[in-house]
């Protein structure tokens, strides 16, 4: 007959009981020191995390000086929400209008951080849907507002391109020390300055023109690292050839931000190779 188990004493019972309350403790301890050290940062009102250095920005620029054709609203859609869906976490997307009036001050009206899906959201310290809402639909008010007003916009009586590159240049959150940038241009990149004498509407040599202007005397933005997408806005009545264009901005953005790569449409454009150094600058 197997031996029957005797009863704990008093002391034993109470032994194991805080042996069993000491190891739900330490586990309860580990499992909420975890969630602690690997919880989400608080968020800004930009939905940026607070405390840390930014690693991705893209800025979106749009030029204002010409109204967009029904097509091109839809490909200006479609290029903003495409940054914006590529944006990794924590990453920064802004929207910003060319203004003539202000050169190097270029108006914001988008500027968030992506703060990922819900489900990378703590729930202890965050509520993931509201979030990731906020995150979606602070986007489409306004950018919905910026086709409306790019359908209707007059005509400018200036386009000051390379000023507004340079005042994005400056911005905090597009500084060289964030190790992934992108400037995403949506224009028809003919810079019309008349009173500093550059315009890239005539045929002609584009570089000496623009080497000879006072454009060429300010300063250049600081662009290291890089990368320029340019979405062209077509401009056929325009006597100088896209491919000339092409070549310019290329050019300029190499030798005068030193970006580390540029495309049109998606394409990349070689830059003239052959230029003499003193060709390259004022």
């Known amino acids: 007959m197997a031996e029957r188990l005797r009863p704990l004493t008093r002391w034993q019972a109470r032994r194991r009981a805080l042996f069993i ?38 800025v979106v620029v749009v030029d204002t000086t010409d109204p967009l054709a029904p097509g091109e609203k839809q490909h200006f859609l479609d290029v903003v929400h495409g940054a914006r869906d590529q944006l990794p976490r924590f990453g920064k997307l802004s929207l910003l209008l060319l203004d003539p009036r202000h ?15 819900p489900g990378q959201l703590g729930v202890l310290f965050h509520t993931p849907k509201h979030v990731a ?21 007059p005509r400018g009586a200036v386009s000051p391109i390379i000023e507004t590159v340079v005042g994005v240049s400056w911005r905090q959150d597009f500084k060289a020390t964030i190790p992934n940038r992108r400037l995403i241009l949506i224009s028809d990149m003919r810079q019309f300055t008349p009173s500093e004498g550059l315009s890239l509407y005539p045929a002609g040599d584009a570089w000496r023109r ?28 325009a006597r100088l050839p896209e491919t000339d264009l092409k070549m310019f901005w290329t050019r300029w ?30």
């Open 21 to 58: 309350g000491s190891a739900v403790l330490a586990a309860t301890a580990a499992v909420v020191g975890g969630v602690l050290l690997n919880r989400d940062p608080d968020l800004d009102d930009h939905l940026c995390p607070v405390g840390r250095p930014l690693k991705d920005s893209v």
């Open 103 to 117: 050169p190097f001050q270029p108006e914001e009206r988008i500027s968030l951080c992506n703060p990922g899906s």
């Open 253 to 282: 953005f190499k030798s005068r931000g030193h970006t580390s790569k540029v495309t049109f449409d998606g394409q990349v454009v070689d830059p003239i190779s052959d230029a003499k150094p003193e060709e390259s600058r004022p």
């Open 210 to 237: 623009f080497l000879g202007s006072g454009v060429a005397q300010r300063a250049d933005p600081d662009l290291a690292g890089s990368v320029v997408q340019i979405e062209l806005i077509h401009r056929p009545e």
């Open 133 to 153: 809402q906020r995150w979606t639909e602070t986007f489409e008010a306004p950018l919905e507002a910026v086709a409306t007003e790019l359908a209707r916009s």
